[in-house]
């Protein structure tokens, strides 16, 4: 039996979308010489090598996989500002000054997607304005002032919809308030990979798909990155292995946890649907791992996601489990069957933030996005980017950010625990409505 990691991809609706036959990029056979190695083929890795490549420098990506295999090709497709750790904590930690940078870089990390679809043309990516946040429970004033507070502190417009207003889009008892950003947007996030691994190629990047990295190691010269039948020799090597990373580098791999979520695409049944969700915003939730979703298939089809979970196995009634949260939600979706489930790792630091920095031996990483990484990938992979161009220091913003060591298993427990706790004071604030 063969111990060799799949190469195919995961049966998720994007791959349907893109066709089965997405042509593998073959491995590495040979020794290359290349000014810069990324190794992993998700959109930090991507994004790196596109910035690196067009600016003339030769790239060598190295995916274990295939291009977009991991969280990239996989996940709800929500592109909108912010990181998985809450603007006020990190405040707390850099001060409101380099708090308010890493909020203008979030939203700079949005619009470097919006700018790539558009200017690299990848059509099939299908960008869809609006993302619309609910809550759950009745906020008040909060949702207004933090709108306010969003245009005043950085002139980023959003609107408030009431109860009313929150009903042209969505027929559900659960929600009281939300905010609209028509600035974030949704797309089909594998498409963009594809996009995006097709102009880093015409831009001079050479891709090899099944090809793990298996050593890096450092020389007077730069790095040798050897595969299993391959080697490259190169000035710089950055990593960026998301929620997949191993043992390759071992002061990565004891600084992350990786963490499951899960997403489920409904049958065909527009009408029924419809009579749920009638808006093309997609919309997600406040609570700790709250829901995610949006309409795709031309709002033929729910794409539905949620939970998380610290086991990387799949749970057998997965499927079941965000069924019963969406027939929750909209009791009228009681009836509507599921079409396909899938998971995916994420990758997180103790302290909820990306790691984007330079290990002591000179090695650069760019990860753990967590479940916002959308925006964070892109402008984590543009900084890295520049930093190996000489054009800029951006990426320290990310330094007070370390690699923390995440406890190993007893580190895994605690972040279920807490998982839990969240869960249920977010059940408790939404029983007191
Ligand atoms: C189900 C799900 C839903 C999500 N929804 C959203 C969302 O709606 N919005 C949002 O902003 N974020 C979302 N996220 C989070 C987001 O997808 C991730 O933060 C982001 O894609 C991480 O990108 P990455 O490039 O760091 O890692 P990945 O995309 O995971 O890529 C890492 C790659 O490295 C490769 N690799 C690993 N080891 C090696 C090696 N030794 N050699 C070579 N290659 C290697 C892997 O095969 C993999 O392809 C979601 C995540 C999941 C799983």
Request: glycine share 12%.
């Amino acid at each position: 039996m063969s111990t060799k990691p799949s190469t195919e991809y995961a049966d998720v609706w994007y791959c349907r979308q893109a066709g089965a036959d997405v042509p593998p990029r073959p491995p590495l056979q040979s020794r290359i010489e290349a000014d810069v190695c990324v190794v992993g083929g998700g959109l930090a890795g991507l994004t790196a090598a596109h910035h690196l490549a067009s600016a003339g420098r030769k790239v060598a990506l190295v995916e274990a996989r295939r291009i977009g295999w991991g969280a990239s090709g996989r996940n709800g497709g929500f592109v909108s500002p912010g990181y998985s750790l809450g603007y006020d904590r990190i405040a707390d930690r850099v001060g409101p000054d380099a708090a308010k940078e890493l909020f203008r870089m979030s939203v700079e990390g949005m619009q470097i997607v919006a700018a790539n679809i558009r200017e690299l043309g990848i059509t099939a990516a299908a960008p869809c304005p609006g993302i619309l946040g609910g809550v759950r429970y009745d906020p008040g004033r909060r949702l207004m002032d933090h709108r306010d507070w969003l245009a005043r502190e950085f002139g980023y417009e959003v609107a408030h919809l009431d109860r009313a207003a929150l009903a042209e889009h969505l027929t559900s008892p659960r929600y009281h308030q939300a905010l609209h950003d028509r600035n974030a947007f949704h797309f089909d996030p594998l498409a963009y990979c594809l996009g995006l691994a097709g102009a880093a190629q015409a831009a001079g990047t050479t891709i090899h798909e099944a090809t793990p990295a298996d050593r890096i190691e450092g020389g007077p010269g730069g790095w040798t990155v050897t595969t299993p039948q391959g080697r490259i020799s190169a000035r710089e090597v950055l990593v960026t292995t998301g929620g997949y990373t191993d043992r390759l580098v071992p002061a990565l791999h004891r600084a992350f946890l990786p963490i499951a979520t899960y997403v489920m695409i409904s049958r065909e049944a527009p009408d029924l649907i419809a009579s749920a969700i009638h808006t093309r915003s997609a919309i997600g939730d406040d609570r700790r791992a709250g829901d995610y979703y949006r309409l795709v298939d031309n709002g033929k089809r729910v794409l539905w996601g949620g939970k998380i979970t610290t086991r990387t196995s799949e749970p057998r009634d997965l499927g079941k489990l965000l069924h019963r949260t969406m027939a929750d939600t909209y009791p009228q979706l009681a009836g509507l069957e599921i079409d396909t489930v899938w998971t995916g790792l994420m990758s997180y630091a103790r302290h909820l933030m990306p790691q984007i920095g330079k290990l002591p031996s000179g090695l650069w990483h760019c990860t753990a996005f967590g479940g916002h990484g959308m925006n964070t990938t892109a402008i984590g992979g543009r900084v890295i980017a520049e930093a190996i161009l000489g054009q800029s220091d951006r990426w320290r913003a990310f330094s007070p950010f370390g690699l923390d060591w995440t406890g190993g298993y007893a580190g895994m427990a605690a972040v279920q625990l807490t998982y839990w706790r969240y869960q249920a004071m977010d059940a408790w604030r939404e029983r007191r409505g």
